[in-house]
């Protein structure tokens, strides 16, 4: 097909997804008018990514689509996906095979598209919008009032656990801190803990992937501090000895801070959002994405309030199911064994069982794309919705 009838096909159907049309490529060429006046002319013709990131975000309207989704898809068509991998794909006219003499990418459908492709381009859409527009002022944390008594207790464990036993104690106005504590350890089974640590640091801006970082804490044959219940427990009962420590062990938030509240003879109140949150994979992979584009783009203290206000516009899961690769699964059941060995041997008092610190090795060893493009649609109209709505009140 001559590339003239292609331009115009390819500008009539990003006018058509423009005004929030959905018709997929292959049936718009089918019937698309062709050599359109004025459409040939219009400069080079946006990537199939990018086209197909608009009409994907177009079928996810709740109404018709105005102006300022015509805004937002002129958005992203001008820009190419970030980090590696080409940036701009060009169209392919149906049932036209490339050739092999071609130089450069070849042509592609954009129905046929990878969900890779589509979410890279999409983060580099979401990356735009919070880098050229302020994000709303975050809201304050809930803090309960503290009790005129106080007992003295500390928490430790993975870090999304922790922090929700810590907020559902504090909002009924216990909190942590004080002489010669009563020390509860949090233990999840180690490849929860593990995927708690890695959600973590993405949500606190690092880009590592969830397969790089399990494997590079097995090869170091080591566990991140927060998840080394033996050398925490070690640590307090040199301290306050081995009889104020506590291993809660559990896998369900809800009843792990219930039983520790019990452990403490405190009362505690179901927590809500914490932060840091228990994302569910594909969204923290959407972040680990995010991550790689804004820690180029903007510098730390401009990037640290948007990341967080993206964080929390992201779906909660109170048990995220990720499991380790294949091949740091014996390493990580070996070292499961030796840290219930060693609470076991350290005359702690243990609430629960010993064993429930075995990985579960259940779901998927890595967040899966399909997944993280739809949770980056969302997103993207999400933000570009509250950014609306804040330009409409500052109006």
Avoid: C
């Avoid at 940036?87 to 592609?108: D, F, K, N, Q, Y």
């Avoid at 840290?339 to 350290?346: E, K």
């Amino acid at each position: 097909m001559s590339s003239p009838e292609l331009r115009s096909a390819a500008w009539s159907w990003a006018d058509h997804l423009r005004a929030g049309g959905t018709t997929p490529w292959v049936q718009w060429v089918s019937t698309a008018p062709r050599d359109v006046p004025g459409l040939q002319g219009r400069g080079r013709v946006p990537g199939a990514a990018q086209l197909e990131l608009v009409r994907r975000l177009a079928g996810r309207l709740d109404g018709p689509a105005g102006p300022d989704f015509a805004a937002l898809a002129d958005r992203a068509l001008s820009r190419s996906g970030p980090g590696r991998g080409p940036a701009h794909i060009p169209l392919s006219w149906p049932g036209e095979e490339p050739t092999a003499s071609r130089i450069g990418v070849p042509p592609a459908d954009p129905g046929r598209l990878p969900a890779d492709e589509l979410a890279r381009a999409g983060v580099g859409l979401l990356a735009d919008l919070l880098a050229t527009a302020p994000p709303p002022p975050l809201e304050e944390g809930v803090r309960g009032r503290r009790r005129t008594w106080h007992k003295a207790f500390h928490l430790a464990g993975p870090p999304v656990t922790a922090a929700a036993v810590r907020r559902s104690l504090a909002l009924a106005g216990h909190h942590e801190g004080g002489r010669s504590p009563e020390v509860v350890l949090l233990a999840e089974p180690l490849d929860v803990a593990l995927a708690q640590v890695w959600s973590t640091r993405v949500q606190r801006g690092v880009p590592v992937r969830w397969v790089t970082f399990a494997g590079r804490w097995a090869r170091r044959d080591q566990l991140p501090p927060s998840t080394d219940l033996v050398a925490i427990a070690s640590w307090w009962a040199n301290r306050v000895g081995p009889e104020r420590v506590h291993v809660v062990t559990g896998a369900d938030l809800r009843r792990t801070a219930a039983t520790a509240a019990s452990v403490l003879g405190l009362s505690h109140v179901d927590a809500g959002p914490t932060d840091p949150r228990s994302l569910p994979p594909a969204a923290v992979d959407l972040l680990r994405r995010l991550n790689r584009v804004l820690n180029v783009r903007l510098p730390e203290h401009e990037r640290t309030p948007r990341l967080r206000w993206v964080t929390s516009l992201l779906p909660e899961d109170d048990a995220p199911a990720l499991t380790v690769p294949a091949r740091v699964r014996p390493w990580l059941d070996d070292r499961a064994q030796q840290v219930a060995d060693g609470l076991a041997d350290g005359g702690y008092a243990v609430h629960g069982d010993l064993t429930g610190i075995a990985p579960r090795h259940d779901g998927a060893p890595h967040p899966r794309n399909a997944e993280v493009l739809d949770l980056v649609l969302a997103t993207v109209l999400d933000v570009a919705e509250q950014l609306r709505g804040r330009e409409v009140v500052d109006r």
